[in-house]
Nanobody, 126 residues
């Protein structure tokens, strides 16, 4: 099992930046896909960025390419999401999720992930 705790959310104006963190504990020695999801009110949860913890591969949804960057600090067992040039449509609750690479079939499908953090709110005003 792995436990995830997000932090770093907040309120910013359009064009601003935030960095989200996801601290992992427990079985961090296995290889996971770790994905940042977000969910806006009345909308489905969507994956925005994913990271392969052993190979360091990164994947992004088209809507965030060039603005969001996912990365990992292995020493701190922490996943980051650097968000630049934020837009009002980025407003959502952001969640960090993890699942063993051998289990995941779709990295942006929330149903493929067992381990979730509690979420952190990002609000972007125009």
């Amino acid at each position: 099992q792995v436990q995830l705790v997000e932090s770093g959310g907040g309120s910013v104006q359009a064009g601003g930046s935030l960095r989200l963190s996801c601290a992992a504990s427990g079985n961090t020695y296995s290889t996971y896909y770790m994905t940042w999801f977000r969910q806006a009110p009345g909308k489905e949860r969507e994956g925005v960025a994913s990271f392969h913890t052993r190979l360091g591969l990164t994947y992004y949804a088209d809507s965030v390419k060039g603005r969001l960057t996912i990365s990992q600090d292995n020493a701190k067992n922490t996943l980051y999401l650097q968000m630049n040039r934020l837009k009002p449509e980025d407003t959502a609750q952001y969640y960090c999720a993890a699942e063993l690479c051998t289990v995941v079939t779709e990295i942006f499908n929330p149903a493929d992930f067992r381990y979730w953090g509690q979420g952190t709110q990002v609000t972007v005003s125009s």
